[in-house]
């Protein structure tokens, strides 16, 4: 068990299996003393929270970086629209509020700095080493692969590379993390160490 995990974990919005979540914190623990985390994709802050506990044991930080008007899986009419984060007045989604409510709720709000963008505004004058980098955006491949491009050079020697939602099998689930799975794995920069359900796991080297 994770120590300063919330009651209410479970509960929460959000897509990670336990496992998952538990070989994300885990990594991250280790990877800290190397640099921080960059998390793309923090949606309603599950994943943020296990990273930012994480972080806290280490005295480290956890970027989160999402634009919270929710991936194209996310709107009106699609498959994992939530009508709870529908924001009338701007007419779209919105994450932010819940996601900052449960950063708050853990009591990680400390190890947590949201960035408030698009990966590839964020990534355009980003100056600091990385221990982590934790891939849960867009699903389409221009935007997988835009986080990838964006980010993975900045994951200094010994770090870990995380996608989430990687499905070898096209009837198990999108294919966009896989062929960013794959890229990497076969760069020559990282090495492989695993799947821990759609949990893909890389150390670059």
Not at 37 to 53: A, Q
Request: net charge negative; glycine share 10%.
């Amino acid at each position: 068990m994770i120590a300063g995990l919330p009651d209410n974990i479970d509960d929460l919005k959000g897509f990670l299996a336990q496992d998952e979540a538990e070989a994300l914190h885990r990594h991250a623990t280790e990877s800290c003393a190397l640099g921080p985390v960059l998390e793309i994709g923090s949606y309603c802050g599950k994943s943020t929270i296990y990273l930012g506990l994480a972080a806290r044991e280490q005295n480290s930080t956890v970027f989160a970086l999402d634009h919270h008007r929710g991936s194209e899986e996310h709107q009106p009419g699609e498959m994992f629209h939530d009508p709870d984060l529908y924001d009338a007045g701007s007419d779209g989604i919105d994450t932010f509020r819940e996601f900052r409510r449960n950063v708050r709720g853990a009591g990680v709000e400390e190890q947590v700095v949201p960035l408030v963008a698009a990966s590839s505004v964020a990534a355009r004058d980003w100056r600091t080493p990385l221990g982590m980098v934790f891939i849960d955006g867009g699903h389409s491949l221009d935007a997988a692969l835009e986080d990838y491009r964006c980010w993975a050079s900045h994951i200094v020697r010994g770090g870990i590379l995380a996608i989430h939602d990687v499905y070898p099998n096209p009837h198990e689930g999108g294919q966009a993390p896989w062929a960013v799975f794959q890229m990497a794995r076969d760069s020559g920069l990282f090495a492989e160490l695993g799947r821990v359900r759609s949990l893909g796991l890389l150390r670059r080297l």
